[in-house]
């Protein structure tokens, strides 16, 4: 797993701003899968940051899976942003890193400490389609 610090974030070009948490969901609505989401808002705009899928299933199906990673995914941001419940989300400063207004969010931290989640690494590339897919 990536562990980032600000300093090589920024020289990677991107661009850190603080934000708060105004919703902390996890969703297995409409789409066969479930997802965590985030919504974020600070510095003039507001992003959801999340919607990778964790696990296969929908309320009714027969059988339900999960991604190796996909609880650990949901720790690591808990930890990251020093909450022992994930309800607690809701209301949590974040600061956030992206390339620019309008990229993904994919790397969050903790407001006060050089600590950060990069969710692209919690994961190995296509691991989450290949287990979804099974």
């Known amino acids: 797993m990536k562990e980032w610090k600000e300093a090589e974030l920024r020289a990677e070009g991107y661009e850190?701003?603080?934000?708060k948490i105004t919703n902390a969901d996890l969703d297995m609505s409409d789409?066969?899968?479930i997802t965590m989401w985030l919504s974020i808002e600070g510095n003039g705009c507001g992003v959801c940051y999340g919607g990778i899928c964790l696990g296969k299933g929908y309320v009714g199906?027969?059988?339900?899976?999960?991604?190796?990673?996909?609880?650990?995914?949901?720790?690591?941001?808990m930890d990251v942003l020093g909450v022992?419940?994930?309800?607690?989300?809701?209301?949590?400063?974040v600061r956030v890193a992206a390339k620019s207004i309008g990229s993904p969010v994919k790397?969050?931290?903790?407001?006060?400490?050089d600590k950060w989640f990069d969710a692209d690494s919690c994961f190995e590339p296509n691991d989450i389609l290949k287990e979804y897919l099974e």
């Open 107 to 113: 790397i969050i931290g903790n407001i006060i400490r």
């Open 16 to 19: 850190i701003w603080n934000g």
């Open 84 to 93: 022992s419940k994930f309800n607690n989300l809701k209301g949590q400063y």
């Open 61 to 77: 199906a027969k059988t339900f899976s999960s991604s190796r990673n996909s609880m650990i995914y949901i720790m690591r941001i």
């Open 31 to 33: 789409h066969g899968c």
